[in-house]
């Protein structure tokens, strides 16, 4: 008599199976129409609803918030900056195509695009730093790069942590006109997101520093995000460093602010502003008090 027992897996997750059922049905080339038969948490039409959105805003806060606790990132350095400078050689390229069109508009595009290259090889460079520093760091002590995941100076900083071999963390968001995540970012980090806020959110909730590169809109509104936060105190002091001194200089003259009592002039101590990698990385050490030179972490 075969009185062979079945064991149950202990440590076995059970869900039925209402991925694998919408995927058949999308290979057989079915439209997903609305289902009321159908699971809730399977059914693209239902979480998609106006009345959804505050389950949307969970599953945002929720899906990159565990993936990056399980692989260790705790600590992360944000860097900011255009999405539209590139490096020296595709920047000469471009110049090079635009001069033989003789469009004008296109030479002088071409031009900035030039005399900005540099950016994206000094944010490279900075992101080597930190990932050569958290070489020799505990896991628990290590810094990440972090970035907005798109093109230009977020993938220049991607790209000197995957220079490293380290993790590094993109955080994309979807736009009328895609952006696609770059190539540096470790695949398992690398997500997209639908509410700006969500994003910002995450950008926050590990940075142990800030350091914003020439940029357009899209800088501004992060950078002033992050002083506003430290300013009021509703987020704890972290470095804040804009990378440039011409650039910002010529951008925004801060002492107006002062000089007309819109802010206090101590305001002025929340950030710093440098034009090399190294000091920028030496103010974050500073601040923290990190091992420096070959101490590190060990």
């Not at 695009?113 to 002590?141: G, M, W």
């Not at 230009?152 to 006109?177: C, F, K, Q, S, W």
């Not at 994003?199 to 809109?217: D, E, I, N, S, T």
Request: charged letters at 25%.
């Amino acid at each position: 008599m075969n009185t062979k027992v079945h064991h149950e897996n202990l440590q076995e997750r059970r869900l039925a199976d209402a991925w694998a059922e919408l995927q058949a049905h999308a290979d057989g080339g079915n439209q997903l129409d609305p289902d009321a038969y159908r699971l809730a948490f399977a059914d693209p039409e239902f979480l998609l609803r106006r009345e959804t959105r505050g389950i949307r805003f969970q599953l945002e806060m929720l899906k990159p918030d565990l993936a990056q606790r399980e692989l260790g990132i705790e600590n992360t350095i944000v860097v900011f900056g255009s999405a539209r400078f590139r490096e020296p050689a595709e920047a000469q390229a471009a110049l090079a195509q635009a001069e033989a069109s003789g469009d004008a508009r296109a030479i002088a595009k071409a031009r900035a695009l030039v005399r900005n290259a540099h950016y994206y090889d000094q944010a490279r460079e900075f992101a080597r730093i930190v990932a050569r520093y958290s070489k020799a760091c505990r896991h628990e002590d290590k810094l990440f790069i972090s970035t907005g995941g798109g093109p230009g100076i977020m993938e220049a900083a991607n790209r000197g942590a995957h220079d490293e071999g380290a993790l590094n963390v993109g955080l994309n968001i979807t736009l009328p006109h895609e952006q696609a995540a770059n190539p540096y970012i470790t695949p398992e980090l690398s997500f997209k997101f639908h509410y700006f806020a969500l994003r910002k959110m995450h950008f926050m909730m590990r940075a142990k520093a800030l350091v914003a590169f020439p940029g357009g809109f899209g800088t501004l509104d992060e950078l002033f995000e992050v002083i506003t936060l430290v300013q009021c105190k509703k987020a704890r002091p972290v470095p804040i460093v804009l990378f440039g001194a011409d650039y910002w200089k010529r951008l925004v003259d801060f002492n107006v602010l002062v000089e007309e009592g819109a802010i206090s002039s101590e305001d002025l101590d929340l950030f710093v502003t440098v034009d090399d990698p190294r000091l920028a990385w030496e103010h974050i050490v500073r601040f923290y008090d990190l091992p420096a030179g070959d101490a590190r972490c060990a």
